[in-house]
T-cell receptor
């Protein structure tokens, strides 16, 4: 099956800093999905990308669908304490996820 | 309210005692999937089902069984649980359309096998 490599594995940042994480695949995707898991909860969809080169924003979150269709990036601007959690990327169709990026935000 | 419901939320059991974790969704989704989440390993897919009576192995199926007799239910069965199956389990459902594959997750089941 397809391999999803997500990095970094964890990040420790100060409140107000920007965050960037990415996901790469061994296969070409037609869809990229980014999820966030709050502590003690199941993951919830943040952003969906459907077109190579697409840049989509959702508040302070921005995600991009790579031109090669094998990667995607998620950026969080001006981080706040409630951004804490694990962020997962997922490819289309078989609902497999990357290993996640654990984000810690220090007030 | 559209949701995926797992039961129980917490379970402590002993090695070898068969158990079932239930999962039910009310969104008429065709696709359902089970994951286990372990520190540093993310969400690993155990089994998935693309429709009623259709199930397939994910990446870590050993020691687990599933069934999909009805569209809304997708129980996870551990016939003889072992301590290495101690984990946090999530069920998810979604539509298997070409463009819309958002997964909706349950609240999770924390299983401890002693």
């Amino acid at each position: 099956g397809q391999q999803l490599n997500q990095s970094p594995q964890s990040m420790f940042i100060q409140e107000g800093e920007d965050v960037s994480m990415n996901c790469t695949s061994s296969s070409i995707f037609n869809t990229w999905l980014w999820y966030k898991q709050d502590p003690g909860e199941g993951p919830v969809l943040l952003i969906a990308l459907y077109k190579a080169g697409e840049l989509t924003s959702n508040g302070r979150l921005t995600a991009q669908f790579g031109i090669t269709r094998k990667d995607s990036f998620l950026n969080i601007s001006a981080s706040i304490p409630s951004d804490v959690g694990i962020y997962f990327c997922a490819g289309q169709n078989d609902m497999r996820f990357g290993a996640g990026t654990r984000l810690t935000v220090k007030p | 309210e559209a949701q995926v419901t797992q039961n129980p939320r917490y379970l402590i059991t002993v090695t070898g005692k068969k158990l079932t974790v239930t999962c039910s969704q009310n969104m008429n989704h065709e696709y359902m999937s089970w994951y286990r989440q372990d520190p540093g390993l993310g969400l690993r897919q155990i089994y998935y089902s693309m429709n009623v009576e259709v199930t397939d192995k994910g990446d870590v199926p050993e020691g687990y069984k599933v069934s999909r007799k009805e569209k809304r239910n997708f129980p996870l069965i551990l016939e003889s649980p072992s301590p290495n199956q101690t984990s946090l389990y999530f069920c998810a459902s979604g539509n298997q359309g070409l463009m819309n594959t958002e997964a909706f997750f349950g609240q999770g089941t924390r299983l401890t096998v002693v």
